[in-house]
Structure formats: C-alpha cells, structure tokens
C-alpha cells in the first residue's frame, strides 16, 4: 500500500489566491482527518469524515476554509482567500471506522502564504 | 470530550541513556492510547497502541508504553536511546467506537553523542 498521498508536498503562494490540497486516503479506509500543525498551535484537528460526509468542522477556522470528500478515495481543503497566518504543514490521516486502530499519516503539504 | 497533557516540551538525553518521556489523559471512560513520533519533514508514524488487556504494550523501533490508570499515565519508555531517535513524539488519546482523536503538544527529543 502506497500509504495517505497527499500533493503537492510544498505550495508557495500570494495572499489572497485560493490554494487546494489534496489528499488520497488508504483504500479500504472510511475516515478522513485534516491537521493543521504549526508551531505556536501545535497540531489541529480541522475537519473529519467518515464514510465521505463531514462529521465534525468545528475545527475549521473561518468561512475561508473548506473541505470536501467527493469520494472514498479523495478529499480536498481549500482556503480562499488564503492570508499568511494559514501559512503552516496540513496533514491528512486515514482510519478505520470503529476500530480505532491509529491514523496513518500523509506525509503533508507545507503552505506558505506570502 | 478527552484530551492529551504532554509536561515536558522538549527532553536531551545521551545515546544510551534510558528515555520517559510522560503522558496524562483526561477520559471519562477507558481510553485508547497511542504514542506517535515525527521525524523532520515527516508525517507521524504510529508507535504503539494501547487498548485493553496488558497495560505494558511494545512497539516498534524498541519502544514500549505502560498505562496506568490510577495515575491516568501512558508514559513511553526506550531501554538505550539511538541518535536515530531524535524527533518529535505525540501522545494522543481516543475514544472506543469513534475516530475523534486528541493529540498532546508534543514532546521534542534530542540526543547528545
């Protein structure tokens, strides 16, 4: 298994552009999870799936974020307008509904809003 | 809901030194614990993995964890600690029957030759 692939592994843009990341979950998963890790916050959860339909976004921090999983196997988050307090790693995870048996982690895409 | 403490921010131990690195939970109910560690650049790789049954669990790269519930403690330990080992390490605490994870601030490791 090729694991959680997440792209792009870096992205490098102005404030106010909209960015979109990308995130393959491991097959046979049916849960999905966004972080957000950054130094002064440590890490975040923002939003998670299970079986596609968004069961908690309460992480999510304002109206420019948003997340969707069209798909068991892919998901996105997007930020628009993104600002440079976005600037952090966004990890995605995936798992097994109910048998809470550890994420696996994507290795992350780092954002740098300038 | 449950959550993660982590007290210590950042350890230096020695190669070959003994590692602790400390975890409190806060759960109403038994906890799944995890310990997870993340390299530069990395993603987080799970380490090991408490459910039920044995409260000293192994797992991998020579790391074991002991959950002691009195205490509300899923410390990990390491006999001899490698200069491979210097990263940073995550406690997290989840619920049986649902993936709402809770991940600690981290513990930073660093060995000295």
């Known amino acids: 298994d090729a694991g959680v692939i997440q792209s792009p592994r870096h992205e490098v843009t102005e404030m106010g552009q909209e960015v979109t990341l990308r995130c393959k979950p491991i097959?046979?998963?049916?849960?999905l999870f966004w972080y957000r890790q950054t130094m002064m916050r440590g890490l975040e959860l923002l939003i998670y799936?299970?079986?596609?339909?968004?069961?908690?976004d309460s992480g999510m921090p304002e109206d420019r974020f948003s997340a969707k999983m069209p798909n068991a196997s892919f998901s996105t988050l997007k930020i628009q307008p993104s600002e440079p307090r976005d600037s952090a790693v966004y990890f995605c995870?995936?798992?097994?509904?109910?048998?809470?048996?550890?994420?696996?982690f994507g290795s992350g895409t780092r954002l740098t809003v300038v | 809901a449950q959550s993660v403490t982590q007290p210590d921010i950042h350890i230096t131990v020695s190669e070959g030194a003994s590692l602790e690195l400390r975890c409190n939970y806060s759960y109403g109910a038994t906890p799944y614990l995890f310990w997870y560690v993340q390299s530069p650049g990395q993603g987080l790789q799970l380490l090991l993995k408490y459910f039920s049954g044995d409260t000293l669990v192994q797992g991998i790269k020579g790391f074991e964890a002991e959950f002691k519930r009195s205490q509300s403690s899923f410390n990990l330990r390491k006999p001899s600690v490698h200069w491979s080992d210097a990263a940073e390490y995550f406690c997290a605490v989840g619920a049986a029957g649902n993936n709402d994870m809770r991940f600690g601030a981290g513990t930073r490791l660093t060995v000295k030759p």
């Open positions: 799936f299970n079986n596609n339909v968004p069961i908690d």
């Open positions: 995870a995936s798992t097994s509904t109910g048998g809470n048996y550890g994420y696996t």
């Open positions: 097959s046979g998963h049916n849960s």
